[in-house]
């Protein structure tokens, strides 16, 4: 984090919903109402999203608008459920936030290295994306197959990295610089990989450094109560003074 900049925690959701009998990980869904009462709870905190776009800028060191205690609310791989669930929810605070999507899986099931994953879970269309961006909301890339880039031959990884920014630009109709590895897995020629291929901003989870091409996040996983939440809000705040 740049000194003197304001401390954004930064938080990442997967799926809002309830996980259907057999889910394989069930610990990605949150249950509407548990997000309903975490984003209560943020507000009573005095927490207000910041705009993803203001976000950006302010880690680039542009002017921006940060309000007095900011968040910043995140959702990875494109479950149709953020566009069903937790829009609307979050719509009513007056909160915004930022998607990345698996390119390779638009409109159609989550399915990652050739491997069934809820294979009846839809995520989101163009057409979906299209109107979350509408509503101030980034999307960014989570590659083309949700694949673990550290293992990936150099040639790969720009493929991952180039490709699925060529899809979603295509499918938003605009220009896409974020980026947010699949399982928060980074490494440094990674990142310059990232870099190099055009996006400005990459989000990792619990391990990032804290420069602006791994940014840690807390994730926020099914089974988190209420005295949960409150903790790991508290190690986004942590992890955001990196
Ligand atoms: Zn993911």
Known sequence: MTPGAAVVPVLAYHRIGVPPAGALHPDTYVHPRAFARQLLILKALGYQAIAPADYARLRLGLPCAVPRKPILITFDDGSSTVFSEALPLLRRHGFSAALFMVASRLGRSAVWDGEAEDADHR??????????RSEGWVI?????????????????????LIQSK????????????????PYGAFDSGLRDAVSRAGYRIA??????????????RRIIGGRAGLFKFLRRLHQAGRLARK
């Open 123 to 132: 995520q989101l269309t163009a057409g979906e994306l299209r109107a979350l």
């Open 140 to 160: 960014g890339s989570h590659s083309v197959t949700h694949a673990r880039m550290t293992s990936l031959t150099p040639e790969r990884r720009a493929d991952e």
């Open 166 to 181: 060529k899809t979603l630009e295509a499918a938003v109709g605009a220009e896409l610089d974020w980026f947010a590895y």
């Open 203 to 216: 989000f990792a989870t619990e391990d990032g450094d804290g420069d602006l091409f791994s940014v840690p």
